[in-house]
Nanobody
Framework: QVQLVESGGGLVQAGGSLRLSCAAS????????MGWYRQAPGNQRELVAV???????KYAESVEGRFTISIDNAKNTVYLQMNSLKPEDTAVYYC???????????????WGQGTQVTVSS
């Protein structure tokens, strides 16, 4: 029983920055990981970055060094700081939380609604 509310998308010029946020709420026992994925038109959804609560992180090669993922554990909120944006970063960005609840102990995934990021040339 989780709700994810994400925000921060928009239209920026190449080289600009955006910060995405995603707040998780609901009956969460523990969070295994929170991450960001993106899907451009005609493409498969792909991993952008993922983090555990203790800040073990993974990044897509295409964003390594430009994007930073972080989790505020007290707020159950994950952020994605996106710097040096490129037109190829244009996509819908989706937040995902992997969590367990009191009623269901096996980890499961829940997806946010997505937020559009458009980077112009």
């Amino acid at each position: 029983q989780v709700q994810l509310v994400e925000s921060g998308g928009g239209l920026v010029q190449a080289g600009g920055s955006l910060r995405l946020s995603c707040a998780a709420s609901g009956s969460i026992r523990s969070i295994y990981a929170m991450g960001w994925y993106r899907q451009a038109p005609g493409n498969q959804r792909e991993l952008v970055a993922v983090s555990t609560p203790d800040s073990n992180t993974k990044y897509a090669e295409s964003v390594e060094g430009r994007f930073t993922i972080s989790i505020d554990n007290a707020k159950n909120t994950v952020y994605l700081q996106m710097n040096s944006l490129k037109p190829e970063d244009t996509a819908v960005y989706y937040c995902k939380v992997t969590y367990t609840s009191a009623d269901y102990y096996a980890p499961r995934d829940y997806w946010g609604q997505g937020t559009q990021v458009t980077v112009s040339s």
